[in-house]
């Protein structure tokens, strides 16, 4: 996305009729921070009754918006159809179980591309490379001494996932952006955890126009 | 246009991609009650040949009421006596091995003393895979024929005949094995019919009284298994007694009556109508001699049946008439063969 950015140059279009000559770019280059609220919840492992249930959690990071124009010669600048939002985010991942509540810190870096139905609203659909970077508490335990005792090492969790990103956003031009989306989960937490995290999340935030 | 549709394709290829994470550690030491079934239905129906020829003089053999198999074990009950004259029960074994080969459950055996199409118990057991193993035997009390030994692994684990080779009617064995999955969301619920494992042999003599210096007729083989391996994937099942190829590893010994006593002394002779006995095979491949003992000669030259391979469950047959020693039968049991 890069590469075609960078080889798309900016060029000036002068009509000798005009008083005023007009500029015009291929894109416009946004770039601001977000923060939100998400509900995460996932599918009960295969082999284990833990009782998972959803629960809300936050998130929060930095966003770079590129918003292409349609034709170079009778539209401005960043008010095509198309664009693409790059973000890089912290998420606080929350589940309920019978016991404990689990905790998971997670980074999260969606890479979307938006079809704007209005000047002000997209459509936004693309993966999200998410993983967890630590997880509390460190060992579920579920069980009692009558039953035998149940003991995940949630420590070692990874969970690293391309989750499959579908949502609208809203982009008003004083640079004010809000958003909804949901994350549908692909890969298990681990091997031997049989259990996909989704989340559904909304999110306002600010964007300045750095490049138009 | 064109690197959009590129881009997009790409995307839509990593969103179909998952990604493996490593596992965690687990440690399940829950315990869950599994329902264990074992049905009796298969244990002995299979013996089921009748003489149609010869009568049983209820006189001369009051151990038995019939000479069907079958018929004897299923009116079996706590009052039956055997041949030893202790009471008779179905002993009913089940073990779990886990994936490591190790007996877990302890307390592996149920007795009953009146025949029932199954027998229910409730087992608890941690979570995990098993090798679930169901045994059936005829336990005499004092006098079993079948030990279970070297329980403890199951590449050890096995059925070893206690002392005698042939044992009697009442050492017929059962076996059945099963991989099982014990789990909290699982029916956890196990249900095995043992097979037999092993033939029946009907032995049939007459007419023997005509030589009155006759006092033992002796069945021998020098292919006697003694051991039933456990383990469904052992290579090798049956273990087989180094005989050191001896012909006189008797399976079967049938005493003669004799007046006075039994004594090989010179002075005894010996008297027995058409008699008959029953004694077990466990071997899959048997070779059998004959030899009878009488005073004076003392034991006679083997002679060799042709040998057999033994199918489980069923019942095979010996006749041997004393008019035609050299034409003894052994085979599938039959009312064929009689002279």
């Known amino acids: 996305m890069c590469a075609l950015m960078l080889s798309m140059g900016a ?95 997670c980074f999260a870096v969606p890479v979307l591309a938006q079809f704007y139905v209005s000047p002000s609203l997209a459509i936004e659909a ?30 070692k969790i990874k969970g690293f996932d391309i989750m499959a990103t579908v949502g609208v956003g809203y982009y008003h031009d004083s640079g004010f952006t809000a958003s909804a989306r949901f994350n549908l989960g692909n890969s298990n937490l681990a091997g031997n955890l049989e259990s996909k995290v989704s989340s559904a999340e909304v999110s306002v935030g600010y964007l300045f126009k750095i490049f138009k | ?45 299979c013996y089921n040949f009748v003489d149609t020829k010869h009568h049983l003089d209820l006189e ?76 059936l035997t005829f336990d005499d009390a004092d006098n079993r024929h079948w030990l279970l030994n070297d329980k403890e692994n199951l590449s050890t684990a096995c059925l070893a005949t206690n002392g005698g080779s042939g044992g009697s009617i009442w050492s017929i064995m059962s076996y059945a094995s099963q991989e099982v999955v014990i789990g909290e969301k699982n029916e956890n619920k196990v249900q095995m019919t043992p ?23 002796r069945v021998c083989s020098d292919t006697i298994a003694q051991r039933f391996m456990l383990d469904p994937n052992s290579q090798n099942r049956y273990i087989i007694k180094d005989t050191g190829g001896s012909k006189f590893n008797w399976l079967n010994n049938m005493l003669l009556e004799s007046t006075p006593k039994l004594y090989f002394d010179g002075t005894a002779t010996y008297f027995q109508d058409d008699f008959f006995d029953y004694f077990y095979i466990l071997a899959p491949r048997c070779n059998l001699y004959f030899s009878y003992y009488q005073n004076g000669p003392g034991r006679s030259e083997p002679i060799e049946l042709p040998a057999c391979d033994i199918e489980n469950g ?22 064929d063969h009689w002279y």
């Open chain 1, 126 to 155: 693309g993966p999200t490379f998410t993983g967890v970077l630590s997880t509390s508490p460190k060992e579920l335990v579920q069980g009692s001494a009558e039953t035998g005792f149940l003991k995940l090492g949630l420590d």
């Open chain 2, 60 to 135: 001369k053999n009051k151990r038995f009421k019939s000479l069907n198999a079958a018929d004897i074990y299923e009116s079996f009950s706590s009052f039956y006596v055997s041949g030893s004259g202790n009471r008779v029960t179905i002993e009913v074994r089940v073990l779990f091995y886990n994936d490591s080969g190790q007996l877990v459950n302890k307390n592996e055996s149920v007795f009953i003393s009146d025949y029932s199409d199954r027998v229910n118990q409730t087992i608890k057991l941690p979570t995990g895979r098993y090798t679930a193993i169901a045994i």
């Open chain 1, 11 to 105: 060029w000036a279009q002068s009509s000798s009729d005009d008083e005023f000559t007009t500029i015009k770019r291929p894109l416009t280059i946004s770039v601001g921070v977000k923060g939100g609220a998400n509900y995460s919840f996932a599918g009960e492992p295969k082999a284990f009754d833990l009782g998972m249930k959803g629960n809300v959690g936050f998130q929060g990071g930095v966003a770079v918006n590129l918003h292409f124009s349609d034709k170079l010669d009778y539209t401005p600048s960043g008010t095509g159809r198309w664009g693409v939002q790059v973000e890089g985010l912290f998420a606080q991942r929350n589940l309920k179980t019978n016991t404990d509540d689990i905790k998971m810190s």
């Open chain 2, 314 to 335: 069923r019942t095979y047959m010996i006749y041997w008439d004393y008019n035609h020693l050299d034409n003894p039968y052994f085979g599938l049991a039959d009312n």
């Open chain 2, 195 to 217: 097979a037999p494992v092993g033939a029946l042999c009907y032995v049939y003599y007459q007419n023997f009284q005509e030589n009155k210096r006759i006092a033992s007729i």
């Open chain 2, 1 to 45: 246009m064109k690197p959009l549709v590129c881009f997009f394709t790409i995307l839509f290829f990593i969103l179909l991609s998952s990604c493996g994470n490593e596992d965690i550690d687990i440690i399940d030491e829950r315990i869950c009650s599994v329902d264990v079934t074992v049905n009796l239905t298969d244990f002995f129906s």
